[in-house]
C-alpha cells in the first residue's frame, strides 16, 4: 500500500510559476478545452520563470518557496484559508488529498477548469518535514 501523488493537470505543474515565489499562483488554473487540445505544456513554457526547466530553481530557498506556494494552494483550496509556511512544520498539518480531488473534479465538472497544482511535491512533506526548514523562508 503506498500514496498515489497527481499532479494538477500534468508534471509541467511544478513549473507553472512566473517567479519564485509567484504572486498569481494562487489563481493559475488550466481549462478543459485547453487540456483537451493539448495546449497547456506550451503555456507552461510560455509563463515560467525563465522559460527553460533546467534553471527553474537556482538554490534550496527556491525549491522550498515552491513546495510552499503548492502545500498554500492546496490548503486554501480546501480549507479557503491562507496559511504562513511555517504552519505546515510547526503545526504538523496535512494536507487531506480526498478533499482536494473531491474540490478539482467540482471545478472540473462545473467549471471546465482544474487549479494548477503540484501534488508530487507533498512526499516531502509526508515522509521529511525537516528537508523543508530553512531559516531563509521561516
Known amino acids: 500500500m503506498g500514496k498515489l501523488y497527481l499532479n494538477y493537470p500534468m508534471s509541467e505543474a511544478f513549473y507553472h510559476l512566473s517567479d519564485i515565489p509567484d504572486s498569481t499562483y494562487l489563481d493559475k488554473f488550466a481549462t478543459l478545452s485547453e487540456l483537451q ?3 497547456y505544456k506550451e503555456r ?9 526547466y533546467r534553471k527553474f ?6 525549491c522550498n518557496l515552491v513546495i510552499f506556494q503548492n502545500l498554500s ?3 486554501f483550496l480546501i480549507n479557503n484559508e491562507h496559511l504562513e509556511p511555517i504552519k505546515f512544520i510547526s503545526e504538523s498539518l496535512q494536507i487531506d488529498e480526498i478533499a482536494l480531488l473531491e474540490i478539482q473534479l467540482l471545478h472540473l465538472k462545473n467549471r471546465s477548469i482544474i487549479y494548477v497544482l503540484c501534488t508530487c511535491v507533498f512526499y516531502i512533506l509526508d515522509y521529511n518535514k525537516n528537508l523543508l ?3 531563509t523562508i521561516i
Not at 507552461?44 to 527553460?52: A, H, T
Not at 530553481?57 to 527556491?62: C, L, R, S
Open 37 to 39: 487540445a493539448k495546449k
Open 44 to 52: 507552461v513554457n510560455r509563463e515560467s520563470k525563465g522559460r527553460d
Open 57 to 62: 530553481i537556482a538554490n534550496h530557498k527556491e
Open 73 to 75: 494552494k492546496a490548503w
Open 133 to 135: 526548514l530553512d531559516e
